[in-house]
């Protein structure tokens, strides 16, 4: 059997196995940039899978093993994210459109993996959901309504409610504990990037429909 291109990975610890699959986006000049990052063994950082922006998804770490991709951080109260989740790297610098090719064949990955490992659509979860006071990728340029409506992902349906239910309401998501602040730019990053200012009743609304529809547990 050939090596991986990145030998940066360990086995799962205790047993875990794949139940999230963890977005981010490169934040480099290149694809090759990232790759060559991704599988260098100085750098101790990889994922599954990178996918570039002319569309080509290249498998960099066995799905079965535990790729350095989310850091420190925590979904759902568990935390040792990498033994729980498959990493996706998406050249992107961070501050440009995701590109149709890449939209494309994320979709068709995603989809394999969920059917691979049995995931429900909550477990696609962004890189700054489980370390929102790090983390911003794969950040607002992302169309996380486009996955959610193919059933790759989720989507909190309008509404509103007290502020006081925001910060209840994403802990039941799955949310880890973090300063309000960050956990409102975390949120809105992923499902209202258009939003501006204090948090607000429409912010508890959506944060409210997901923990309703999708609590923890």
Not at 47 to 59: D, K, N, P, Q
Not at 147 to 155: D, E, F, M, P, R
Not at 166 to 185: H, I, K, M, Q, V
Request: aromatic letters at 8%; hydrophobic letters at 40%; a negative charge.
């Amino acid at each position: 059997m050939s090596l991986p291109p990145s030998p940066n990975f360990g086995e799962r610890r205790d047993g875990l196995r794949p139940e999230l699959v963890v977005l981010h986006y490169t934040a480099m000049a290149s694809c090759a940039e990232a790759r060559a990052r991704l599988c260098d063994p100085a750098h101790e950082v990889s994922a599954h899978w990178l996918i570039s922006e002319r569309g080509e998804a290249e498998a960099l770490v066995p799905e079965e093993a535990r790729a350095w991709h989310a850091g420190a951080g925590e979904w759902r109260g568990a935390g040792d994210v990498n033994s729980r989740s498959i990493g996706i790297e998406l050249a992107n610098t961070g501050s440009q459109p995701f590109a149709a090719p890449q939209m494309a064949v994320l979709e068709r990955l995603l989809a394999g993996i969920m059917d691979r490992w049995s995931l429900p659509p909550e477990a696609v979860i962004a890189h700054s959901d489980l370390a929102p006071t790090r983390k911003s990728d794969p950040g607002p340029r992302f169309d996380w309504r486009r996955l959610a409506l193919q059933g790759l992902s989720v989507w909190p349906e309008e509404g509103e409610a007290d502020p006081a239910a925001f910060l209840p309401a994403l802990r039941r998501f799955g949310y880890p504990e973090a300063p309000e602040d960050a956990l409102l730019t975390a949120f809105r990053l992923r499902f209202r990037p258009w939003a501006r200012g204090p948090l607000d009743r429409i912010d508890a609304g959506l944060a409210t429909d997901l923990a309703r529809r999708f609590p923890c547990g």
